[in-house]
């Protein structure tokens, strides 16, 4: 059955009128009709329907995947792709200056010569390469083992490529601190992409351990429901922070009950305050909330001892206002 639809739309300060027809299904006599039909036909119908679904799912599902992947391995600005995934969380990755690392295509790496340098990659193409890059060397990453089955060696197709720019830089570059020299680093990842022996190129990142405190606290769960105990300082990252600085001694004053100047946790990170409700130089807490304000902000952390703060070494100075 034919339904007449109006669209309205404004084009032009005029209003127009256009006529759009769809089909309507009577569902109700599709349902008779599948009533009345035999057993054997019904379970035929009730298949296909749902191979109609399942295919159609399949393909959204797949389409899905699809875009992911290429969202995924869409190029940045600067060409490369998905960089800003390495590194620890909540820090921009860093690469070593000047080195790329290569795994060459089976047919290349089987005829690199056991005294590979970067005058002598094995393959032409490669020497040019690494002549026009200035490479000063040309190193496989791991060598085959002698008596070892072929199933536990290691891959022996990754070498590492280092140039002479990277002489006169630190260890390690990030792309906010050395943007320059971190381009560099990028483009011989394209150079290198583009060379038909090579199946895979990528900066030699660098990673680092995390420092985890061994404060008891930080690793225990159980206080609140389904979160560790410390899910807060987990939650802004502290980790990373403190992969870089534990804190230094900059004066923090806390505004509150005062603070327990004993705490063993606390003692070290004290410094003079003053205590407004009695008027004198002992801010002592006689109500526990200034003192859990404190450890927050300033336990001493990696000690073994309850729990870490955010900053392992600040000063804490208590001003008393409650009582």
């Known amino acids: 059955m034919l339904d007449k639809v109006f669209v309205y739309c404004l084009t032009r300060n005029k209003l127009r009128i256009f006529k759009k027809y769809r089909f309507f299904m009577n569902l109700s006599s599709i349902k008779n009709s599948i009533k009345n039909l035999p057993r054997r036909k019904k379970i035929a ?22 875009d992911n992947r290429s969202k995924a391995a869409a ?5 490369y792709q998905g960089i800003e995934s390495v590194g620890s969380a909540g820090s921009e990755p860093e690469v070593v200056p000047g080195e790329v690392l290569i795994k060459l295509k089976s047919t290349a790496n089987s005829v690199v010569p056991d005294q590979v340098n970067a005058q002598n990659p094995g393959r032409e193409s490669l020497r040019q390469l690494n002549s026009a890059v200035r490479a000063e060397r040309f190193e496989r990453i791991f060598e085959r083992r002698q008596g070892v089955l072929q199933q536990s060696q290691p891959d022996t197709s990754w070498y590492k490529v280092k140039t002479t720019t990277a002489t006169s830089l630190p260890k390690a570059i990030s792309r906010s601190r050395n ?21 895979i190129a990528e900066p030699n990142y660098v990673v680092r351990a995390a420092l985890t405190p061994n404060d008891p606290e930080y690793a225990a769960r159980g206080r609140f429901s389904g979160y560790d105990n410390m899910w807060g300082l987990k939650k802004i990252n502290m980790a990373s922070a403190w992969d870089q600085s534990t804190g230094n001694n900059i004066v923090v004053a806390v505004i509150d009950s005062g603070v327990d100047r004993n705490h063993p946790d606390i003692s070290a990170n004290m410094t003079n305050g003053w205590d407004f409700v009695n008027n004198d130089s002992d801010p002592n807490d006689d109500n526990g909330h200034g003192t859990h304000v404190a450890g927050i902000l300033g336990a001493t952390g990696n000690n073994g001892n309850k729990i870490p703060g955010a900053n392992w070494r600040v000063k804490i100075m208590a001003i008393k206002v409650l009582n």
């Open 179 to 199: 943007p320059a020299e971190f381009n560099q680093v990028l483009t011989l990842v394209e150079q290198y992409k583009k060379d038909p022996d090579v199946e």
């Open 75 to 79: 190029p940045m600005q600067d060409g």
């Open 45 to 66: 119908i009730l298949g296909s329907t749902v191979l109609v679904i399942g295919a159609i799912l399949g393909v959204s599902v797949a389409q899905q995947n699809q």
